[in-house]
């Protein structure tokens, strides 16, 4: 199952998913999105907000009905920009702060919790493992830039929530990892300019340009292939460290 899966990173690894001969449910608020790249690959799509228990447990349900539940990638996600203080000396807004946590920290937690739950009633595979939770931080959550408090403090959350999930999780053979990626060429930056996206591509060691979709799902296959990763948040971001601005 792959949440925020219509499109972006999320979309990129339910189409690398499904290449490696997996049915894959697409979880995502948007529902035509998720209907449009179910079919693609031959999947299922379930429409629903990650913030919403009932819906999560709805699509977990879903993919477990497919087949025993054995990936899990969690790509929903949403950004906002705010300082501490504004220019004008004004406090940063509270509502937009919870929202950002709401969907990047809440919603992870409920699919991660409920995949869990599904997960641990599977039967064992090759060294007694049952599942890996892959979840999504960003580079933010260790380089935050100037404007992104709400951001860097959520996905410092799911960076946070890695290791004691995999140790939670460890006694029924589920693995938990996570993904920081860098600068993307998703939708969230495709306001840029394209003086703008080549400075950004400049500023990283190499190789010379912004992350792409399918790099973001070719890490996920490696890590849900490969049983003896686990605990850790790995860094796809093309070596960069960002500055304050």
Known sequence: ?????????????????????????????????????????????????????????????????????????????????????????????????????????????????????????????EDGERGVIINTASVAAFDGQIGQLAYSASKGAIVAMTLPAARDLSVVGIRVLAIAPGIFDTPLVGFLSEAQRQALAESTLFPKRLGQPVDFGRLAVAMARNSYLNAEVVRLDGGIRMPPR
């Open 1 to 125: 199952m792959v949440t925020g899966g219509a499109s972006g990173l999320g979309a990129a690894t339910v189409r690398a998913l499904a290449a490696e001969g997996a049915c894959v449910t697409v979880f995502d608020l948007n529902e035509k999105g998720a209907e449009e790249t179910a079919a693609a690959v031959g999947g299922r799509a379930v429409a629903g907000d990650v913030t919403v228990p009932e819906d999560c447990q709805r699509a977990v349900d879903d993919a477990a009905a497919a087949g025993p539940l054995r990936v899990v990638v969690n790509c929903a996600g949403m950004a906002t920009a705010g300082r501490v203080i504004d220019r004008d000396g004004s406090p940063h807004d509270l509502a937009a702060f919870e929202r950002v946590q709401r969907v990047n920290v809440v919603g992870t937690f409920n699919v991660m919790t409920r995949a869990a739950a599904a997960m641990a009633r599977t039967d064992p595979v």
